[in-house]
């Protein structure tokens, strides 16, 4: 069993297979969680990134790409929520997703919003995020 941890709160984990598909969550219960993944909940499922030794690996619910696969994600922000858009080779997911407000704001922050898709877009290309999440074999 793999445990991630959630992007936002420290009170669940994600237990997932060894090939990180998702399966329950959990309250944390001093479970060892893998240090470069976290995952949160979406419209769409479980959403979340993992570190391979491929690179990173984002995953919603079973589905899975690799920062090196052919995929592309785009963002549209209306009031109080984001129009997200996924687009594969074979397929175009589009969906809403509420924005997040920071909790705890960071004192270093400029950043009123803690939003997994504005991150998300903003590593798709980030080629020192992808060198740090290419993790040797485990």
């Not at 619910?61 to 549209?76: A, E, K, V």
């Not at 803690?114 to 290419?134: N, P, Q």
Request: with cysteine; hydrophobic share 45%; aromatic share 12%.
């Amino acid at each position: 069993m793999i445990y991630l941890r959630h992007r936002q709160r420290r009170d669940v984990v994600l237990a997932c297979d060894a090939h990180y598909h998702p399966i329950a969550e959990h309250v944390a219960d001093h479970q060892p969680v893998v240090p470069l993944a976290f995952y949160l909940h979406d419209p769409q499922g479980v959403v979340g990134v993992f570190a391979s030794p491929q690179g990173p690996v984002l995953f919603i619910n079973d589905q899975q790409w690799r920062w090196s696969d052919s995929w592309s994600i785009s963002i549209t922000t209306h009031l109080d929520q984001h129009h997200v858009c996924l687009s594969t080779p074979t397929q175009q997911s589009c969906w809403y997703s509420a924005i997040t407000p920071i909790e705890v704001a960071d004192p270093w922050s400029v950043a009123a919003v803690d939003d997994f898709w504005l991150w998300l877009v903003a590593k798709r290309h980030d080629a020192e995020f992808i060198k740090i999440w290419t993790v040797k074999s485990r």
